[in-house]
């Protein structure tokens, strides 16, 4: 097996409150794992680049130490803090992936669940991570409190027409005590298929079992929608992991159930043999 990628996390939430650590502190961490022998880093912090100063900092940091590293932001960056200075400076660090956090195709629905955030800036963002060649990912949820099924095919839209590598959909969870699951309680015309005591003892962010349903989105609106948006989000996965060569033939064969022994037995020997690790960890896993 291949020894895991270090995770390096540059602050601490405290009773509500946000500890940060210094720059120094988060690359002498970095820098001791590179001492080992590691070189590529995941830094798991949703809002790396909120203070921009201090995400500034810690990449001329790590440029001043001279170290040879990779580093992935996998964790949804936030499209409203990102300008050109901190692309610029995580291309100087060597940054090879990005993750942003979209959440829904349209205003309306960005207005309502407090995202703050627009399609416009999303587009803006977009463009700007394709100048510095940095890959990227857009991540979508379909299911919101107020959305209706047109609502979630402007995600779909808006996935298409941004350039990004992929993008990336998720059955909304309505979490107990969350703004979403309480607007669900308080309305009248919303109805949960599942008690909360069912879904959360099981992982369906990737399943197509919709959580609840509205007069606004039937659940089986969300079931076609989620098919919609998962069949394009393998599309754009496996072109992206494979090229354009052989995306077809791995979307084709992917997408069938009778092909799901073959797909098992292809991950079976990825994972548990040192030939198909090492070719999971260079081509699959990690293609940039």
């Given amino acids: 097996m291949c020894n895991p990628i270090p995770i390096v996390r540059s602050g601490w939430i405290l009773r509500h409150a946000l500890r940060k650590r210094s720059p120094t502190n988060i690359v002498d961490e970095i820098e001791y794992w590179y001492n080992n022998g590691w070189n590529i880093f995941d830094i798991n912090d949703d809002i790396f680049t909120l203070d921009k100063e201090r995400a500034i900092k810690i990449c001329n940091e790590i440029i001043a130490r001279n170290m040879n590293i990779q580093i992935n932001l996998y964790v949804g960056i936030r499209v409203d803090t990102v300008d050109e200075d901190i692309l610029l400076h995580l291309k100087k660090v060597n940054c090879k992936f990005i993750s942003y956090g979209c959440e829904a195709g349209n205003n309306k629905i ?9 399609v416009e800036q999303v587009i803006r963002v977009n463009k700007m991570t394709n100048k ?3 890959p990227h990912k857009f991540n ?5 409190p ?14 298409k027409k941004l350039k990004s590598s992929f993008v990336v959909f998720n059955n909304l969870i309505p979490y107990p005590n969350t703004d979403a699951y309480k607007e669900i309680i308080n309305n009248p015309e919303a109805k949960f298929n599942y ?11 990737k399943r197509n079992i919709p959580i609840y349903e509205t007069n606004l989105f039937s659940t089986e609106e969300k079931k076609k929608a989620l098919q919609l948006c998962w ?26 159930e009778k092909s799901k022994n073959v797909e098992l037995l292809f991950y ?8 198909g690790n090492y070719i999971y960890s260079k081509l699959i896993s990690s293609p940039w």
């Avoid at 979508?140 to 919101?144: E, S």
């Fill in 268 to 275: 079976n020997y990825f994972m548990s043999t040192k030939i």
């Fill in 146 to 159: 107020t959305e209706s099924f047109s609502d979630a095919m402007d995600s779909l839209q808006l996935a």
């Fill in 140 to 144: 979508f949820i379909i299911g919101h």
């Fill in 132 to 134: 510095y060649q940095i």
């Fill in 231 to 256: 069949d394009y989000e393998i599309k754009s996965l496996y072109l992206f992991r494979f090229g354009l060569f052989f995306w077809a033939f791995a979307y084709y064969i992917g997408k069938h």
């Fill in 195 to 205: 008690d909360y005591n069912i879904y959360l003892n099981d992982v369906i962010s």
């Fill in 110 to 118: 960005l207005k309502d669940i407090n995202k703050g955030i627009t």
